[in-house]
Nanobody, 122 residues
């Protein structure tokens, strides 16, 4: 059974940093794409970032480029999202996701965690 467990959310002031973690199990970690989506209050879910563990390719939504970094620790089956220079508009529930394909990882992923809340105060 695929399991994705997020941690690291919380309350931070604008300009601050947080690191989210996603502990994955139940599938061949280095053969999957792992990503992060978020959903802000009253808005649709959007893909934030993803990484493929086959060659460490990454992708980011334009609004977080230069501020967020995704990376993977294959020995721990864990993916991290380092979020710097946070803005109030980054406030959302952040979901860890996984899929066998990297091709559409900012748009569609098969497996989802339960989410962790990030709140950025102004």
């Amino acid at each position: 059974e695929v399991q994705l467990v997020e941690s690291g959310g919380g309350l931070v002031q604008a300009g601050g940093s947080l690191r989210l973690s996603c502990a994955a199990s139940g599938f061949t970690f280095d053969a999957y794409a792992i990503g992060w989506f978020r959903q802000a209050p009253g808005k649709e879910r959007e893909g934030v970032s993803c990484i493929t563990n086959t060659d460490n390719s990454t992708d980011y939504v334009d609004s977080v480029k230069g501020r967020f970094t995704i990376y993977s620790d294959n020995a721990k089956n864990t993916v991290y999202l380092q979020m710097n220079s946070l803005k109030p508009e980054d406030t959302a529930i952040y979901y860890c996701t996984a899929d066998p394909s990297f091709a559409y990882c900012l748009y569609h992923m098969e497996y989802w965690g339960k989410g962790t809340l990030v709140t950025v105060s102004s």
